[in-house]
């Protein structure tokens, strides 16, 4: 595959997991009863939140600061979600799809972004910050709706973009080089998640002290 | 005006609004069952936690940490809230005059701040900035508080500041000079507010999907 | 006392301050119903999210991204909760040392990073970046939980650090050098926070307006 198709396709991968990320930002705000402006805060947060925690706590200008497709996207999303309310349950599959392929794009994103800096961080860094990239903007959507973050509670989510990350660096050690890398940490996570939601898989509760 | 006229009266507007930001925080904290180191916190979170957050993504020095004003302006509402507690709601109306000028002046300052730095952002950036430095203490206040952020649900507040910072923008195109488009920018904002105080306007809801 | 034994007692110190900021994130988080993946998240953040935000605001690198000490001591935390849970209980008196003890050394830490940088802020900005450092991840943690931050309502917590703070600078004033002005800091930390708990000294709450 030549250089140039590759980047068409993180771009529309990046378009798609944008619209994907906004949408279950600004359903969730409908339900609550949020504004059209609250809604797309709530959306927009969700798209690029996790992306500029990871960007901040590198000491780079936020993603989407510099690039108009986020804001666009999530405009987008807002138009959609008010135009096909009532078709979007049966979207739901489709939707899952996007939102599995943004957060393998954004863990693979998170993770070369840190390799890319001057600074040589500990290995587990450039994983964590895949999995912000990819996690944390769904925390920052549940904080903004007052409610316990879902990711803390249900599901492999997050969990998959360290599997992905960990399997980058396995990757990495044994020589392959890094678009190899990043395509089967993509692949992981896509298939982690798939298979956790599609087998009920999740991570065991920590139980209570009584 | 003079330009000496003009910075006295910024300097003036500015602790008015962290005077009046800060007590909104200071109050719910009250009414909440906070102690008064947390009504302060709470309080200086409301006046500073938006310009905050414009300056960290902007990668500039958080505007309190140089200029003593704020953190005296968030003592002076404290000592305020707890003197004049009973006559408070007797000043509502004028806590929102205050309110507004601040806001509206934040916008401002964010609009400006933006287009000062050596980076080019896209012309949504600063109006952004414009707004997060005017509405997200109010977002950051009712994290805090563990409440749904009111501005999601309520009022034109932030959508004043967007408003003004589209107008900003329409003056800089027609060839304005900076000074007449904040003056216009900043009116823009306390009279949109203010209208939509009198006559109950708000954003229409989201729909929930049912 | 030779430098190569306080930096010693300092990592010492460090290792089990971020231990005890952790165990009170995870078991916190056990008792919302959490999975593993969110626990250690949540002890993750109480233990590394003041100072993140202290760093953050001073335009550095966050500490636990450049040192394995932090995630590392929230592993061992987070297996330490599961391996002892039914026997956790009975360490609160040994964990309430651990956990002043690194709220001691953290706000040392943030008026010291804070004085070594470059620029000159207020004698008041120190203090503030002592007090995040030790206090502002509790208040993460809260928000995680979607409940109002403890340290908001209850204690003396965060007002020992601004305490300590204050003798530091007075102790300066006086013409203490650095290492006596930060043990004095922290001694007074630490006292104000065990005088507090053991003779249920708290901050006024602020009156309601009714």
Redesign the interface.
């Known amino acids: 595959m030549a250089m140039m198709d590759v980047n068409n396709m993180i771009d529309i991968i990046d378009a798609i997991g944008v619209f994907a990320f906004a949408i279950s930002g600004?359903?969730m705000?409908?339900?609550?009863?949020?504004?059209?402006?609250?809604?797309f805060?709530?959306g927009f947060a969700t798209a690029i939140g996790g992306g500029?925690i990871r960007d901040?706590?590198l000491?780079v200008?936020?993603v989407w600061?510099?690039n108009?497709l986020y804001?666009t996207m999530t405009i987008m999303a807002?138009l959609f979600?008010?135009v096909f309310?009532?078709r979007?349950?049966h979207m739901n599959v489709t939707l899952f799809i996007f939102d599995t392929f943004g957060l393998a794009l954004y863990t693979v994103v998170g993770i070369e972004k840190t390799l890319a800096m001057d600074?040589v961080?500990?290995w587990?860094?450039p994983i964590t910050m895949g999995t912000l990239g990819g996690a944390a903007g769904g925390?920052i959507r549940?904080?903004?709706?007052?409610?316990?973050?879902l990711?803390?509670?249900?599901e492999i989510y997050?969990?998959a973009c360290i599997f992905g990350g960990v399997i980058f660096f396995i990757c990495d050690a044994l020589g392959a080089n890094h678009l190899v890398s990043d395509f089967v940490c993509a692949g992981v996570v896509v298939a982690a998640r798939i298979l956790a939601v599609r087998y009920g898989i999740?991570?065991?509760?920590?139980?209570?002290?009584?």
């Open positions: 600004i359903r705000a409908a339900n609550k009863g949020f504004d059209l402006f609250g809604a805060v709530v500029t901040l706590l000491g200008t936020p600061m510099t108009s804001v807002l979600v008010v309310r009532k979007l349950i600074y961080y500990p587990w860094v925390i549940d904080v903004l709706l007052a409610e316990i973050p990711i803390f509670k249900k997050a969990t999740s991570i065991p509760k920590i139980k209570k002290e009584e």
